[in-house]
């Protein structure tokens, strides 16, 4: 039994619990009035096991916002360890500081196709009342802690149909990535 299934189960068991998921902030790009920074650093390349910091903006294949990192810190991964979806990861590869690329990331490379293993029915006494409408994004907890993302997808009169899938699955994505800082390999 794969792991997608084991949690489709898990759901429909109602052993894996249900909340409503906290609302994603407005996502936002670069502010204009920011302050200037301290001179880049000598450029390092961004190679495995180098501590890649950047930003990104994120939007569909049809252009429109689904999520920006310039309102918070950047974000920090240590290249090649497969902590970023698989496009984006080759993508960053050989960019130094201060570079600026834009990244279309079809689904195989990102969050891969719908799975429709991954939606699945439970009764509808299950699903908090708050989030009885369709689109609703839920979050569950499995036994041993872990916070699954989950998304109504249909209401009938019983029961609720959920989509375990991740909310960009099947989706092409498109990323504009601005390398912050790049720290050498064992630093």
Known sequence: M??????????????????PLPARPEPVGPKPDAPETAPIPEAEVVRPGAVVHFQYVLRDDKGELLESSWARSPLVVTHGTGRIIPGLERALTGMKVGDVKHVTVPPEDGYGPVDPAAITEVPKSRIPPEALQVGARLVGQTRSGREVPVRVREIKDETVVLDLNH?????????EVTIILVEPPGQ
């Open 2 to 19: 794969t792991a997608m299934r084991r949690l489709v189960s898990l759901v429909a068991a109602g052993v894996l619990g249900l909340a």
């Open 167 to 175: 909310p960009l699955a099947g989706q092409t994505l498109v990323f």
